[in-house]
């Protein structure tokens, strides 16, 4: 009898950790620390549930997209959109021809690298709100060496994404980029369409579960919208910090199944 019900609660789980997960990200971010490893527990192999994960989230990072456009800066967006579509195909690839072992044992510090990525989000994204607030002039970015710095971060997300979005900002502040709504909106931008590339590499090498993607993307979009309601009401100290703290309880729980 219990044995029978178990699936039903690993069920109900990704239900559950979808919905959040749909909140986090439309608050602060990291909604993939909880739907991921529950996409793991309903029994779905690791690879396909990095896949199924990315494709089930996707939508809500169009809808940022269409929501920020106003703010991109038009001269970078031809070298954002290559190094996207290049670095997330690549990073898919790589992804689908990685072995599930291997990548089962890289999940914990893949998972401790993202959080440590957007616990330093924090910090650094005040600074550089606090530049912004000083005018400067748009001066021009060279493309090249953007691109080169872009591909690998968009490879990473590609292959599994969390904490690539602090990247993407960390480097055209580097660059000169100084405005905060025009970093946050490019950001975004690539990180969709890195994931996009990445999405439809993944649909047609038949790496996604279906039936618990369509699920997961129901809630975390009906979570999505509740969070959206919310975010502006919440102290976003405390929602980083809530991240931060699952995120590593979250790849804890797998270095101890891993066994280091």
Request: one cysteine or more; hydrophobic letters at 55%; glycine letters at 12%.
């Amino acid at each position: 009898m219990l044995s029978s019900l178990i699936p039903h609660w690993r069920y109900a789980w990704l239900v559950a950790a979808s919905s959040i997960a749909g909140v986090m990200n439309a608050m602060a971010g990291g909604g993939s620390f909880l739907s991921f490893p529950a996409m793991l527990g309903v029994g779905v192999l690791p690879i396909q549930a990095n896949a199924t994960n990315t494709v089930a989230l996707w939508p809500g990072q169009l809808t940022s997209v269409a929501a920020l456009h106003g703010d991109m800066r038009k001269d970078l967006l031809p070298v954002i959109c290559i190094a996207s579509a290049i670095g997330g195909v690549t990073g898919a690839m790589l992804l689908l021809h990685t072995r599930q072992l291997t990548f089962l044992h890289l999940i914990p510090w893949l998972l401790l690298g993202g959080t440590v990525l957007f616990g330093l989000s924090g910090p650094v994204s005040r600074r550089m709100r606090r530049r912004s607030a000083i005018p400067h002039a748009e001066r021009k970015i060279p493309s090249l060496p953007v691109f080169l710095a872009l591909l690998p971060i968009c490879f990473y997300i590609g292959y599994f994404g969390a904490g690539g979005g602090f990247l993407i900002m960390t480097v055209l502040a580097l660059f000169g980029v100084e405005e905060m709504h025009t970093l946050n909106s490019l950001k975004v931008l690539a990180a969709c369409l890195s994931n996009l590339s990445a999405v439809l590499t993944f649909v047609m090498s038949g790496a996604i579960v279906w039936k618990y993607c369509v699920v997961s993307m129901l809630f975390a979009g009906a979570g999505g919208y509740v969070g959206a309601q919310y975010a502006r009401r919440m102290n976003p100290g405390v929602l980083r910090a809530i991240v931060v703290v699952t995120g590593c309880v979250v790849a804890s729980y797998f270095f101890w199944k891993n066994g280091w």
